[in-house]
């Protein structure tokens, strides 16, 4: 399996528009974050988890040339805004794209990219999804590859991470039940954000991120959602364990 960090910042990206911090101002090309998503590929299949509104521009970056799912971990514009960019891959492909997600999210999704879902006099320039609701404890597969849904809290947002094989992603996580947890045991590599230092009330700090890690026991863990207040990359990677990195964009790995 291989795993391309697509973007890794916040909401706002690094740099922040009109900001004068240190970090905004870094020339270290691993202090610039688009935001947060990955493309994930294993047995021919090519699926990105979140598209947000740096979507087109990652997919060109990145060389992605077919898209077989997306997977959405919840309905914040920072993970869904580039959804109308799918169409390229829909005209190549020439038929709809999966999609899965949240029901709520679903619907969310109804509302703001309605002309995608419309079935009468449709514009022909829009492009198409196929929908697969994503519910918790409920396996599902993609290609031969079991995919399980590991339900988390942003705040008082109920937001979906995703296990592939012995890879797990999870993002804008502020609390998860032990239940949960457990659908963690053995993984190799774990993904998870880590906002900032200072804690804040719907993400992990990195400290919070760092004690999670450590209750999961993965051989490998990559922080993402980083925005600038943690810090430049160089200094923060110094300080963290000997198996945990920061990730940064255009990172690739393999599980």
Same mark, same amino acid.
């Given at each position: 399996?291989?795993?391309?960090?697509?973007?890794?910042?916040?909401?706002?990206?690094?740099?922040?528009?009109?900001?004068?911090?240190?970090?905004?101002?870094?020339?270290?090309?691993?202090?610039?974050?688009?935001?947060?998503?990955?493309?994930?590929?294993?047995?021919?299949?090519?699926?990105?988890?979140?598209?947000?509104?740096?979507?087109?521009?990652?997919?060109?970056?990145?060389?992605?040339?077919?898209?077989?799912?997306?997977?959405?971990?919840?309905?914040?514009?920072?993970?869904?805004?580039?959804?109308?960019?799918?169409?390229? !891959?829909?005209?190549?492909?020439? #038929?709809?794209? *999966? +999609?899965? &997600?949240?029901?709520?999210? %679903?619907?969310? $999704?109804?509302? @703001?990219?309605?002309?995608?879902?419309?079935?009468?006099?449709?514009?022909?320039?829009?492009?198409?999804?196929?929908?697969?609701?994503?519910?918790?404890?409920?396996? !599902?597969?993609?290609?031969?590859? #079991?995919?399980? *849904? +590991?339900? &988390?809290?942003?705040?008082? %947002?109920?937001? $979906?991470?995703? @296990?592939?094989?012995?890879?797990?992603?999870?993002?804008?996580?502020?609390?998860?039940?032990?239940?949960?947890?457990?659908?963690?045991?053995?993984?190799?590599?774990?993904?998870?954000?880590?906002?900032?230092?200072?804690?804040?009330?719907?993400?992990?700090?990195?400290?919070?991120?760092?004690?999670?890690?450590?209750?999961?026991?993965?051989?490998?863990?990559?922080?993402?959602?980083?925005?600038?207040?943690?810090?430049?990359?160089?200094?923060?990677?110094?300080?963290?364990?000997?198996?945990?990195?920061?990730?940064?964009?255009?990172?690739?790995?393999?599980?």
């Amino acid at each position: 399996m291989q795993v391309y960090f697509l973007g890794t910042g916040t909401s706002q990206g690094i740099p922040v528009i009109g900001s004068s911090h240190s970090v905004c101002k870094s020339e270290d090309f691993k202090d610039k974050r688009l935001r947060v998503s990955v493309w994930v590929t294993f047995d021919e299949v090519s699926l990105v988890i979140d598209c947000g509104p740096d979507f087109r521009q990652q997919m060109l970056t990145s060389g992605c040339e077919k898209l077989d799912a997306i997977l959405f971990t919840h309905e914040h514009a920072d993970h869904t805004a580039g959804l109308d960019d799918i169409r390229p !891959f829909f005209f190549k492909q020439k #038929k709809d794209i *999966p +999609i899965y &997600a949240h029901q709520r999210v %679903l619907e969310n $999704f109804k509302k @703001r990219f309605d002309y995608i879902f419309e079935t009468e006099n449709k514009y022909p320039g829009a492009p198409g999804v196929q929908t697969f609701e994503v519910k918790n404890n409920a396996d !599902f597969e993609i290609g031969k590859a #079991k995919i399980t *849904p +590991i339900n &988390a809290n942003h705040a008082n %947002l109920q937001v $979906f991470g995703y @296990r592939i094989q012995d890879f797990v992603y999870l993002t804008d996580v502020k609390t998860i039940d032990d239940s949960e947890i457990e659908k963690l045991k053995g993984v190799k590599v774990l993904v998870v954000n880590a906002l900032r230092e200072e804690p804040h009330h719907s993400h992990f700090s990195l400290q919070e991120a760092l004690d999670f890690i450590y209750l999961v026991q993965p051989e490998r863990a990559y922080l993402t959602h980083i925005s600038h207040l943690l810090g430049f990359h160089e200094e923060v990677q110094k300080r963290l364990p000997a198996n945990v990195f920061l990730a940064y964009d255009n990172l690739k790995i393999t599980v």
